[in-house]
């Protein structure tokens, strides 16, 4: 549980844009802790058997202080959404949380698909 002074509680919002109805985009903010990392996935794994997308568009500008946890959570995102035959397509993601990926070796892992933002 959180204190009051630390950061909100991670949330995932999953939306059909009506313009875009092959597309899902998944909006991750907040603080990832560890009892997060399996939590945030769950949501979106029924928003894709009911969607079917082919693009997902993961944003992640509203993570607080990505850590190890947060790319543990973006990473089961990407193994649910390739899972049910979608690209992922990660955005918005700070030079921080960019940084970390790299550092973790998985900048390649998740530029699978255009417009990524991230470097292969």
């Known amino acids: ?5 630390e950061s909100p509680a991670a949330t995932i919002d999953v939306r059909r844009p009506a313009q875009h109805p092959q597309t899902l985009l ?7 802790d560890r009892i997060d990392v399996a939590r945030l996935p769950e949501r979106l794994i029924h928003a894709l058997a009911a ?6 568009i993961c944003d992640v500008s509203g993570l607080v202080r990505p850590d190890a946890a947060a790319v543990d959570a973006i990473c089961r995102i990407r193994v649910a959404v390739r899972r049910h035959g979608a690209r992922l ?22 530029a699978d698909a255009p417009g990524s ?3 292969a």
């Open 1 to 5: 549980m959180r204190a009051p002074d």
């Open 26 to 32: 998944v909006i991750v903010a907040g603080r990832i």
């Open 51 to 56: 969607n079917r997308p082919s693009l997902v």
């Open 89 to 110: 397509q990660l955005r918005n993601a700070s030079a921080a949380f960019l940084e970390l990926l790299d550092l973790m070796g998985l900048c390649d892992v998740l």
């Open 117 to 119: 933002g991230l470097q």
